[in-house]
């Protein structure tokens, strides 16, 4: 068996690639719920919904976020009626005491959908209208995402890290955000100044999650601060990566990241942003993936290959590079 951590878009394309080496029934992702938001009253879990769009077979692959060939009328009525009634644009958080009011799961994460800031098609809010439907009927995030997962016809087992709230929220020079605030919303542009995992303290990793990491655990180059730091930030999770094998793949080439805000986020953090930097963020791995022309160094064993993941084949280049990386660590 296998345990892959995953968030953002980095893990899900590797995931492409997997069957090279591993059969489905050997492959379990653990995913990140640190991103998720409540948004005009829905749940949603982005990184949940990548996986589950990305097995079912309907992820729009250039965006590597909603279903491909989705249409958007709510979101655009809900812009209209917005405009035409001067209200607000752009995300606005529900007042304080609204954020720990309601569904538990949604803690410190609650937006208004007024303006909505995120693009949810048709049918992707669908799901997010089944998932909430469920949550609230009091079905587990843990549960929900199975059902949801045998709905979209997934051969691997998809686990959220966590059924308890963990919200990742940065600090900037323009103030509090959420990560889908800051990302999406500010497309990234305010200067971060730290990240915190609001509720990691009291949240705990699920039964299921803690057995997966019994097994052997593959990151991949998902941001190591808001895709994976979630994660490592629920008690006891990183005490279980430090005692089972873990191969770590690289979301740089020296100093440039493949995508996203991960330099920014790993220099708030005090963590160097680029390849060498993993050490301090991943000091439990006992082995590296690094792009071939990377010319960064490690005291453990470190494979270099073409790291870049633009299609299929790619991901299977970089998978038998981890499979070379588990047979040195046996």
Same mark, same amino acid.
């Given at each position: 068996?296998?345990?892959f951590?995953?968030g953002?878009?980095?893990?899900?394309?590797l995931?492409d690639?997997?069957?090279?080496?591993?059969?489905?029934?050997?492959?379990?992702?653990?995913?990140?719920?640190?991103?998720?938001?409540?948004?005009?009253?829905?749940?949603v879990?982005?990184d949940?919904d990548?996986l589950?769009?990305?097995?079912?077979?309907?992820?729009d692959?250039?965006?590597?976020?909603?279903?491909?060939?989705?249409?958007h009328?709510?979101?655009?009525?809900l #812009?209209? !009626?917005?405009?035409?009634?001067?209200l =607000?644009?752009?995300p606005?958080? %529900?007042p304080e005491?609204?954020?720990? $009011?309601?569904?538990?799961?949604?803690?410190?994460?609650?937006?208004?959908?007024?303006?909505e800031?995120?693009t949810?098609?048709?049918?992707?809010?669908?799901?997010h209208?089944?998932?909430?439907?469920?949550?609230?009927?009091?079905?587990?995030l843990?549960e929900v995402?199975?059902t949801?997962?045998?709905?979209?016809?997934?051969?691997?087992?998809i686990?959220?890290?966590?059924?308890?709230?963990?919200?990742?929220?940065?600090?900037?020079?323009?103030?509090l955000?959420h990560?889908?605030?800051?990302?999406?919303?500010?497309?990234?542009?305010?200067?971060?100044?730290?990240?915190?995992?609001?509720?990691?303290?009291?949240?705990?990793?699920?039964?299921a999650?803690?057995?997966?990491?019994?097994d052997?655990?593959?990151?991949?180059?998902?941001?190591?601060? #808001?895709? !994976?730091?979630?994660?490592?930030?629920? =008690?006891?999770?990183?005490q279980? %990566?430090?005692?089972?094998t873990?191969? $770590?793949?690289?979301?740089f080439?020296?100093?440039?990241?493949?995508?996203?805000?991960v330099?920014?986020l790993?220099s708030?953090?005090?963590?160097?942003p680029?390849?060498?930097g993993?050490?301090?963020?991943?000091p439990f791995?006992?082995?590296?993936?690094?792009?071939?022309?990377?010319?960064?160094?490690?005291?453990?064993?470190?494979?270099q290959?073409?790291?870049?993941i633009?299609?299929p084949?790619?991901?299977?280049?970089?998978?038998?590079?981890i499979?070379?990386?588990?047979?040195?660590l046996e």
């Open positions: 068996m296998v345990t951590l995953s953002g878009t980095g893990t899900p394309k995931l690639g997997a069957g090279a080496v591993f059969s489905p029934e050997e492959i379990r992702v653990v995913a990140n719920t640190g991103d998720d938001i409540e948004l005009g009253g829905l749940f879990s982005p949940i990548t589950l769009f990305q097995g079912g077979g309907v992820l692959r250039e965006r590597w976020w909603g279903i491909r060939g989705d249409t009328r709510t979101h655009a009525a #812009t209209d !009626i917005a405009k035409a009634a001067d =607000p644009h752009g606005q958080y %529900l005491d609204r954020q720990t $009011a309601g569904r538990e799961i949604a803690n410190w994460r609650r937006f208004s959908g007024i303006a800031f995120m949810i098609g048709d049918r992707d809010r669908a799901v209208l089944t998932r909430t439907s469920l949550l609230d009927q009091g079905h587990t843990s995402t199975a949801l997962a045998d709905g979209f016809g997934l051969t691997i087992d686990l959220p890290m966590s059924d308890d709230p963990v919200a990742s929220l940065i600090h900037t020079d323009d103030g955000m990560f889908q605030e800051y990302w999406v919303g500010h497309r990234g542009e305010p200067t971060v100044t730290n990240v915190e995992f609001r509720g990691s303290s009291s949240a705990r990793a699920t039964p999650v803690l057995e997966a990491l019994e052997t655990v593959v990151i991949g180059p998902s941001n190591p601060v #808001t895709s !994976i730091g979630p994660m490592l930030a629920l =008690p006891g999770v990183a279980a %990566l430090m005692e089972t873990v191969v $770590a793949v690289s979301p080439v020296g100093d440039e990241p493949f995508s996203g805000p330099a920014e790993m708030a953090v005090g963590a160097t680029d390849t060498a993993l050490a301090s963020a991943y791995a006992d082995a590296f993936i690094i792009d071939a022309d990377d010319d960064t160094t490690f005291d453990r064993p470190t494979i290959t073409d790291i870049r633009d299609s084949e790619d991901a299977g280049r970089v998978i038998q590079a499979d070379e990386a588990l047979t040195i």
